[in-house]
C-alpha cells in the first residue's frame, strides 16, 4: 500500500474505530463497526485523490466525487489489512481533458473493450451515488496504457469523455 492508500484507508478506519471503541461488548462492537463500514461507504467525499501521482495526466481538475467500498471486512478481528475499491469522478479542464486522450491514446470502446478487459470493468459499474456525478450522454473512450501507466500500485481502469471534460476511474488497492 501506498502513502495515499494509507492515508485514506486510516481516514475511514479511524472513523470505524470511533464508534466501535465506544460500545460495551463485542456484539455490539462488531455492529457499531459494521454501521459505521456503511457510513464510511456512503460517502461521497469531494478531497482531492492523495497522492495524485495515482492518477496521472489529470492536471488541477476542478472537481472530484469519489467512494470507497471494503473488500473485505475491516471489522475483523484477524489482523492484517483490508484491501479497497474505489471509485471517482473527475472533471477536467478542457485543455487536460483532451491532452489526456491524446497522450494515452483513448480511443471509443468497441464490443470487446472494457467486456474482455482484465478487470471486466465497464461506465454502468459505476456506483449509484456517483452517476448524478456522470453526464447525461456521455461518450467513454478507454485506454489500457493509461489503465496500466506508472504507478501501477492499484488496479485502475479509467473512461474518458472528452467531450464533457469527465473521466471515470475505478481502482482497487492491490
Same mark, same amino acid.
Given at each position: 500500500m501506498r502513502t495515499g492508500t494509507l492515508t485514506r484507508a486510516a481516514t475511514i478506519v479511524t472513523a470505524i474505530g470511533l464508534v466501535a471503541g465506544c460500545s460495551g461488548t463485542a456484539a455490539r *462492537? &462488531?455492529?457499531?463497526?459494521?454501521?459505521? $463500514?456503511? *457510513? &464510511?461507504?456512503?460517502? $461521497?467525499? $469531494? #478531497?482531492?485523490? #492523495?497522492?495524485? *501521482?495515482?492518477l496521472p495526466g489529470l492536471g488541477d481538475y476542478p472537481e472530484i466525487h469519489w467512494q470507497a467500498r471494503a473488500l473485505g471486512d475491516p471489522c475483523s478481528r484477524v489482523p492484517g489489512p483490508t484491501d479497497w475499491a474505489y471509485q471517482a469522478v473527475v472533471r477536467l479542464q478542457p485543455q487536460d481533458a483532451r491532452e489526456l486522450a491524446e497522450q494515452y491514446d483513448f480511443a471509443p470502446i468497441t464490443a470487446g473493450d472494457p467486456a474482455q478487459h482484465d478487470q471486466g470493468k465497464t461506465p454502468a459499474d459505476v456506483w449509484p451515488d456517483l452517476r448524478s456525478h456522470v453526464p447525461a450522454a456521455p461518450h467513454w473512450l478507454h485506454?489500457?496504457?493509461? #489503465?496500466? &501507466?506508472?504507478? &501501477?500500485?492499484?488496479?485502475?481502469v479509467a473512461f474518458l469523455d472528452v467531450e464533457h471534460e469527465t473521466v471515470l476511474l475505478m481502482l482497487n488497492d492491490r
Open positions: *462492537e &462488531a455492529q457499531g463497526c459494521q454501521e459505521s $463500514v456503511r *457510513e &464510511a461507504e456512503a460517502k $461521497v467525499r $469531494v #478531497d482531492r485523490w #492523495d497522492p495524485p *501521482e495515482e485506454s489500457r496504457s493509461y #489503465d496500466e &501507466a506508472p504507478p &501501477a500500485t492499484r488496479g485502475r
